[in-house]
């Protein structure tokens, strides 16, 4: 089989996929958002022709779904690296120099907040608030917590993600 039939066979299995995912939440109120989380689960983000089929499902506006996707910040439309970096810009955090360690972040990975490396290995996020004040200025790489940080430490964290097996511990 080659690779253009794999594709389309994957692509058909999880359409399949979402249709049983609509299916066994589509009697429950407020069922858009669980199905949202399940398939999000399933892809990794949110593709568009998911939204369709959990719209065509649903019997809803495509604009509906999109209107979820867009309004809470735990979707995404587009793909996440293997490293999901997020800085806190948070008060304490900025207060304390997490502006310089964003932009040291985005000049290394040479990307912006809400993009993803072209090699799928780094996404970068900001947010408001990690709850570490007292370690700021801090950022989480997959959840991991790095504190009392300074610009001149990001190159050393992002190596570490690249040579380490991929693992930042």
């Given at each position: 089989m080659n690779a253009n039939a794999?594709?389309?066979?994957e692509k058909d299995e999880r359409t399949h996929l979402v249709t049983d995912i609509v299916a066994k939440h589509k009697n429950s109120k407020g069922?858009?958002?669980?199905?949202?989380?399940?398939?999000q689960e399933l892809y990794g983000y949110l593709p568009v022709e998911a939204q369709e089929t959990i719209?065509?499902?649903m019997?809803?506006?495509?604009s509906e779904v999109?209107?979820?996707?867009?309004?809470?910040?735990?979707?995404?439309?587009?793909?996440?690296g293997k490293h999901k970096i997020s800085i806190c810009m948070g008060t304490a955090c900025y207060v304390k120099g997490s502006?310089?360690?964003l932009d040291k972040l985005k000049e290394t990975l040479a990307i912006g907040v809400g993009e993803t490396t072209e090699d799928g290995e780094f996404t970068l996020e900001d947010c408001r608030c990690l709850g570490a004040c007292g370690l700021a200025p801090v950022l989480t790489i997959n959840g991991?917590?790095?504190?009392?940080?300074?610009?001149?430490d990001?190159?050393?964290?992002?190596e570490g993600c690249k040579t380490e097996g991929g693992s930042v511990l």
């Open positions: 794999r594709g389309c066979m069922a858009l958002i669980p199905i949202l989380h399940e398939v719209a065509k499902e019997n809803v506006p495509i999109f209107g979820v996707i867009s309004f809470y910040s735990f979707f995404s439309l587009n793909p996440k502006g310089p360690i991991k917590v790095f504190g009392r940080l300074t610009k001149d990001i190159p050393e964290i992002i």
